[in-house]
């Protein structure tokens, strides 16, 4: 995908988040807070996921788990960090930012730079916790907006600006965890446990309105390990 330049290659779908990104409440003539992060997101690496498949079709994102023990102590994953994998470059360690002078002046071509903090101060599991006993989706959204926005934080470099945090081989299974927990909400409050007039708000650029993101089933993947009582239908 890296070596792609159209519209089905990694510099494309990375640029994505930074004309379209959801974050924060968006307000468009209503009294609550259009909380559109967790769905427009979804939304995006389903797609994302979508283009790799086109090019590997057994591809999938897998999710980094923050909160475990291992990233407690070792942070980045090393699948992340080795700079060579079987004899060539590894393309999770960094990706090139691609941007022409159409956009941006001057352009900008350069590889992704990371500056991680301490592994400790990565969100643990009692933080998650807290967040999945929220019963309000707006209360979740909004506890795991501020875990999200801490772990982007904690990357530092170009994860640490909305702009090019796309670029970021480790971007994608980053949201992929914010994605999964999510889902454990769901499986644990109901799956349309979301204010009604939300549903039907398209999630630009991509062909969804919330509605249709909200059973990651008939989107067609899933999480290993998310297992819960489901309460409310899949409809």
């Given at each position: 995908?890296?070596?792609i330049r159209d519209n089905r290659g990694y510099n494309y779908q990375a640029a994505i988040h930074s004309i379209f990104c959801q974050h924060g409440q968006r307000r468009?003539?209503?009294?609550?807070?259009?909380?559109l992060f967790l769905p427009w997101?979804?939304?995006?690496l389903y797609m994302f996921e979508q283009a790799a498949k086109d090019i590997v079709p057994d591809v999938f994102i897998p999710w980094w788990d923050w909160r475990s023990e291992a990233s407690s102590t070792e942070g980045i994953p090393k699948a992340f960090t080795?700079?060579?994998?079987?004899?060539g470059t590894n393309p999770l360690a960094k990706a090139r930012i691609r941007?022409?002078?159409t956009v941006t002046d001057p352009p900008i071509d350069r590889e992704t730079r990371r500056f991680p903090d301490d592994p400790s101060e990565l969100p643990t599991s009692i933080i998650v916790e807290d967040a999945l006993s929220k019963t309000d989706f707006g209360d979740f959204s909004d506890e795991m907006e501020l875990i999200h926005n801490g772990v982007h934080?904690?990357?530092?470099g170009d994860m640490a600006t909305t702009q090019f945090a796309g670029w970021d081989p480790i971007f994608w299974s980053h949201h992929s965890m914010i994605d999964r927990t999510w889902w454990l909400w769901q499986l644990r409050h109901g799956i349309n446990n979301i204010p009604s007039e939300l549903l039907d708000l398209e999630l630009a650029p991509f062909p969804f309105t919330i509605r249709r993101v909200l059973s990651i089933h008939k989107l067609g993947y899933d999480y290993a390990g998310a297992v819960s009582t489901v309460r409310g239908n899949l409809g």
């Amino acid at each position: 995908m890296m070596m792609i330049r159209d519209n089905r290659g990694y510099n494309y779908q990375a640029a994505i988040h930074s004309i379209f990104c959801q974050h924060g409440q968006r307000r468009i003539g209503s009294s609550m807070g259009l909380r559109l992060f967790l769905p427009w997101h979804r939304a995006y690496l389903y797609m994302f996921e979508q283009a790799a498949k086109d090019i590997v079709p057994d591809v999938f994102i897998p999710w980094w788990d923050w909160r475990s023990e291992a990233s407690s102590t070792e942070g980045i994953p090393k699948a992340f960090t080795e700079q060579t994998i079987g004899g060539g470059t590894n393309p999770l360690a960094k990706a090139r930012i691609r941007i022409p002078v159409t956009v941006t002046d001057p352009p900008i071509d350069r590889e992704t730079r990371r500056f991680p903090d301490d592994p400790s101060e990565l969100p643990t599991s009692i933080i998650v916790e807290d967040a999945l006993s929220k019963t309000d989706f707006g209360d979740f959204s909004d506890e795991m907006e501020l875990i999200h926005n801490g772990v982007h934080v904690w990357v530092g470099g170009d994860m640490a600006t909305t702009q090019f945090a796309g670029w970021d081989p480790i971007f994608w299974s980053h949201h992929s965890m914010i994605d999964r927990t999510w889902w454990l909400w769901q499986l644990r409050h109901g799956i349309n446990n979301i204010p009604s007039e939300l549903l039907d708000l398209e999630l630009a650029p991509f062909p969804f309105t919330i509605r249709r993101v909200l059973s990651i089933h008939k989107l067609g993947y899933d999480y290993a390990g998310a297992v819960s009582t489901v309460r409310g239908n899949l409809g």
